[in-house]
């Protein structure tokens, strides 16, 4: 099992940016594809990006296409998700995981799932 722990939420203006981080410890890091998620509240959570255990293939849902980028430090044992233009709909927390079964990168059963770290967006 791999831990994961998100960092660099916060508090921004629409049109800013933020910087999320997700840092493993434990094993194969760099063998698992990994993804954002997050949950509005209220919602269910919801699809953000994810990116395959060599970077070889990356997916985003369609609200955040060509604002967010995903990109991973297999040395560093680390995942990023690069938000700009942000916009008061992406307010949520954001989560990273770990381990989707079979390869599939949107589906909401990853194995290993973090904290959580929380995104404010105001007008």
């Known amino acids: 099992q791999v831990q994961l722990v998100e960092s660099g939420g916060g508090l921004v203006q629409a049109g800013g940016s933020l910087r999320l981080s997700c840092t493993a410890s434990?094993?194969?890091?760099?063998?698992?594809?990994m993804g954002w998620f997050r949950q509005a509240p209220g919602k269910d959570r919801e699809f953000v990006a994810a990116?395959?255990?060599?970077?070889?293939?990356?997916q985003y849902e369609d609200s955040v296409k060509g604002r967010f980028t995903i990109s991973r430090d297999n040395v560093r044992s680390t995942m990023y998700l690069q938000m700009n233009m942000l916009k008061p709909e992406d307010t949520a927390v954001y989560y990273c995981?770990?381990?989707?079964?079979?390869?599939?990168?949107?589906?909401?059963?990853?194995?290993?799932w973090g904290q959580g770290t929380q995104v404010t967006v105001s007008s």
């Open positions: 990116i395959s255990w060599n970077s070889g293939s990356t």
């Open positions: 434990g094993r194969t890091f760099n063998n698992y594809d």
């Open positions: 995981a770990a381990d989707p079964p079979l390869g599939r990168l949107r589906t909401i059963l990853y194995k290993n």
